[in-house]
C-alpha cells in the first residue's frame, strides 16, 4: 500500500506509528539492566527478533483479536484464559499484549490477591466463580485455581489431603465450566532453570520492577525442583482432553508472546460479524450559544 496516496493510506500510518510508539513504551518498561546486566542477558539472546518485524507482527495479531472480541461479544460466547507458569516467565506481558488494543468491558484480567481468612473456609473453587464470564466477555486469569496444585502446595498452604480433593475435583469442575458453555484454554508458561536467575536479578536492579519481587517469587527460587515435581503431577492429572494444558515456551520473550497470541486465536472458531456502517454526523451550531471562560485554576499545568 503506497501511504501517500490517500487521506485514509496517511491516517493509518499515523495510527501505526503511534501503536509502534505504545508498544515501544510497553518494551522500554522492561527492567532497566545495568551495562554489565545487559551484556550479559544479550550473550543468552543472540537471536531475538527484530523490533520492527515484532512489532508488525505483535498488530497483526492484535488486529486478529479485535475480530474475535467483534465475534465474542455478537454471539454471546463465554471464553476463560488460564495463565499459569514459573515466576517471571512472562505471563504478564502476553496478557498486557493481548488487553492492549480490547475493549475492557468485554475483556477483562481476573488476577486474585491471597485468599482472606473467610476465603479460605469456603469450597475452594467459590471465589474464582464470580469473575467466570457472561455471554459476550472474555476472562483471562492471570493465575487461577491451579494455584493449590503450584504455590499452595509446594509452600505448604494446603494439606496433602486437600491437594489429593483438588486433583480429584478440577478436571470435573472443568468439565462443568465446558458444559455451561465456556470455552477454556490453559496455558503454562515455560522457562528455564537460568532464564529465571538472570529475570530476577534484572528485578532486583530495576526500581521499576523491584515491586514484582515478592517473597513467594523468591521462594520459588529456593525451590525450583518441588515445583518442577508439583507441574509435572499438575499436568499429568490435569490435562484432560476436553481442557488440556498448552505450554508456551517462555525464554525469548517477544517470541513466546507472539507465539502464544497465534496460538489462542487458532483455538476460538471466531468469524467475521456485520458491522453496520458508521458516519459522523453534522455537527449542531447554535449562533446564540456563547462558550463559557472557566477558571484557569481548572486547567492541568502544561509543562510537556
Avoid at 9 to 19: F, I, N, T, Y
Avoid at 241 to 251: D, S
Avoid at 256 to 279: F, G, K, M, W
Wanted: charged fraction near 30%.
Amino acid at each position: 500500500m503506497d501511504f501517500d496516496n490517500s487521506s485514509a493510506a496517511s491516517w493509518l500510518r499515523a495510527e501505526m506509528e503511534d501503536a509502534l510508539d505504545e508498544d515501544y513504551e510497553l518494551e522500554l518498561s522492561e527492567p532497566a539492566l545495568s551495562a554489565e546486566l545487559a551484556k550479559i542477558y544479550r550473550k543468552a539472546h543472540p537471536d531475538s527478533l527484530n523490533r520492527q518485524t515484532y512489532f508488525l507482527e505483535l498488530i497483526r495479531l492484535q488486529s486478529e483479536l479485535i475480530k474475535l472480541q467483534d465475534w465474542v461479544s455478537h454471539s454471546g460466547e463465554k471464553i476463560v484464559v488460564l495463565f499459569e507458569g514459573r515466576d517471571s516467565a512472562g505471563k504478564g506481558g502476553v496478557i498486557k499484549r493481548i488487553t492492549q488494543r480490547l475493549n475492557p468491558r468485554i475483556v477483562r484480567v481476573a488476577a486474585l490477591p491471597a485468599p482472606s481468612d473467610r476465603e479460605k473456609t469456603q469450597w475452594y473453587f467459590q471465589r474464582y466463580v464470580p469473575h467466570l464470564p457472561a455471554g459476550g466477555e472474555i476472562v483471562l486469569f492471570d493465575r487461577s485455581w491451579y494455584n493449590r496444585a503450584g504455590v499452595e502446595r509446594v509452600m505448604g498452604f494446603a494439606t496433602p489431603e486437600q491437594v489429593e480433593d483438588f486433583f480429584n475435583d478440577v478436571p470435573e469442575f472443568e468439565r462443568m465450566l465446558l458444559r455451561s458453555g465456556i470455552r477454556l484454554v490453559k496455558y503454562w508458561f515455560s522457562i528455564t532453570d537460568e532464564e529465571q536467575q538472570m529475570r530476577f536479578m534484572m528485578r532486583i536492579h530495576d526500581p521499576m520492577k523491584q515491586w514484582k519481587l515478592s517473597p513467594m517469587d523468591l521462594q520459588s527460587r529456593v525451590r525450583w525442583e518441588q515445583y518442577t515435581k508439583a507441574k509435572e503431577e499438575m499436568f499429568e492429572r490435569t490435562s484432560i482432553p476436553e481442557a488440556p494444558w498448552y505450554i508456551v515456551e517462555g525464554n525469548d520473550k517477544k517470541r513466546a508472546r507472539l507465539n502464544c497470541i497465534d496460538h489462542l486465536l487458532t483455538q476460538i472458531p471466531y468469524q467475521p460479524v456485520p458491522h453496520e456502517e458508521i458516519s459522523l454526523p453534522e455537527r449542531v451550531f447554535n449562533p446564540e450559544y456563547e462558550r463559557a471562560t472557566l477558571p484557569g485554576e481548572l486547567y492541568v499545568p502544561q509543562k510537556y
